[in-house]
C-alpha cells in the first residue's frame, strides 16, 4: 500500500505497464532515471526530477508517461495524473490511428477483441485510467461516459470496466443499506 493507495494492478496491466517498461525505443538514460525516479519515491521532489530527466531523453515514450502517471497517483496528485492520462489517450490515439478525441472511437478503429493487441490495450486501459481519476476527482457524468465507451469498445470486459461502473452505481448508497 502506498499513500493510502492498494497497488491493485491486474496481471494483465502488470504485463502491460512491463512492456511499456521494457519496450522498445527507450533510451538507455530515461530506463536509468526511471529507475532512480523509483528508488526515490520517497523523496518527491527528487523523483520528480528523475521523472522531468528521464522526460528530456523519451518525451513521448509511454515508459515515461506511465512513470509519471504512476507518481503523481500514488502521491495523491490526481489533476496532475489526469493530465497525464490525457497525453497517454492523445499518444494511444494517435499510434492506434484513431480520432484524436476518444468520443469518437468506434470498434473499427482498432483490433479490440484481441487482447494480445498491445496498442489498442493501451487505449482501453488507459482509458480506463481516465474513467477512473474522474470519478475520484467527483466529475461522475465524465467518468459514466468514458465507462459506456469502454464497454461499447470492450463489449466482453476483459478490462473490468462494469467493475468501474459498479463503484460509480454505489456512490452515494450506505454500503450497509
Not at 63 to 88: D, H, P, Q, S, T
Not at 100 to 123: K, N
Not at 149 to 158: G, M, N, Y
Request: aromatic share 12%; with cysteine.
Amino acid at each position: 500500500m502506498v499513500n493510502g493507495e492498494h497497488a491493485t494492478l491486474s496481471p494483465d496491466e502488470k504485463e502491460l505497464l512491463a512492456g511499456a517498461l521494457l519496450g522498445e525505443g527507450l533510451p538507455s538514460e530515461a530506463e536509468e532515471f526511471l529507475h532512480l525516479a523509483s528508488e526515490t519515491y520517497a523523496d518527491s521532489e527528487t523523483a520528480e526530477r528523475y521523472l522531468r530527466q528521464a522526460q528530456q531523453w523519451a518525451p513521448d515514450h509511454a515508459a515515461v508517461l506511465i512513470g509519471f502517471y504512476r507518481f503523481y497517483f500514488y502521491k495523491g496528485r490526481l489533476r496532475e495524473a489526469l493530465e497525464i492520462a490525457n497525453r497517454c489517450l492523445e499518444k494511444a490515439a494517435r499510434e492506434n490511428n484513431m480520432p484524436r478525441d476518444w468520443r469518437r472511437a468506434s470498434a473499427q478503429d482498432a483490433v479490440f477483441d484481441r487482447y494480445d493487441e498491445i496498442l489498442p490495450r493501451f487505449f482501453l486501459f488507459t482509458l480506463k485510467g481516465y474513467a477512473y481519476l474522474q470519478m475520484r476527482l467527483g466529475e461522475f457524468e465524465e467518468s459514466r461516459v468514458a465507462i459506456a465507451k469502454l464497454l461499447e469498445l470492450d463489449p466482453t470486459d476483459k478490462i473490468g470496466a462494469k467493475v468501474l461502473l459498479g463503484v460509480l452505481d454505489r456512490i452515494g448508497f450506505d454500503d450497509d443499506a
